[in-house]
């Protein structure tokens, strides 16, 4: 499976952007697939999943309110929709797929990963 994100850019707080993620490969549809970012100097967090059937989502503290993943299986695609942005928001975000655990807030547990897609909020 091979995963491309895009949609990255520049906001400003308040404004609302939305992520894509491609993938390759008929088995995506099957894998809980999720959405993590990088800021400046920080680790790999955990955004939000979207479970394969797509009926079940969890979300980062963070984010929760603001932010909804979805996923449209028939087009292989996962997308995360960001409103209410803030400039804590500022990071490069990453797709994944394939959460071989129980714990899909954990980078770790994830099998593919897409390059990512920056996203920079200003005040």
């Known amino acids: 499976v091979q995963l491309q994100a895009s949609g990255g850019g520049l906001a400003q707080a308040g404004d609302s952007l939305s992520l894509s993620c491609a993938a390759s490969?008929?088995?995506?549809?099957?894998?809980?697939a999720g959405w993590f970012r990088q800021g400046p100097g920080k680790d790999r967090e955990f955004v939000a999943y979207?479970?394969?059937?797509?009926?079940?989502?969890d979300y980062a503290d963070s984010v929760k309110g603001r932010f909804t993943i979805s996923r449209d299986n028939a087009k292989n695609t996962v997308h995360l929709l960001m409103n209410s942005l803030r400039p804590e928001d500022t990071a490069v975000y990453y797709c994944?797929?394939?959460?071989?655990?129980?714990?899909?807030?954990?980078?770790?547990?994830?099998?593919?990963w897409g390059q990512g897609t920056l996203v920079t909020v200003s005040s």
């Open positions: 490969g008929r088995s995506f549809r099957s894998y809980t």
């Open positions: 994944a797929a394939q959460c071989v655990g129980q714990d899909c807030r954990r980078p770790g547990n994830f099998g593919y």
């Open positions: 979207i479970r394969w059937g797509g009926g079940s989502t």
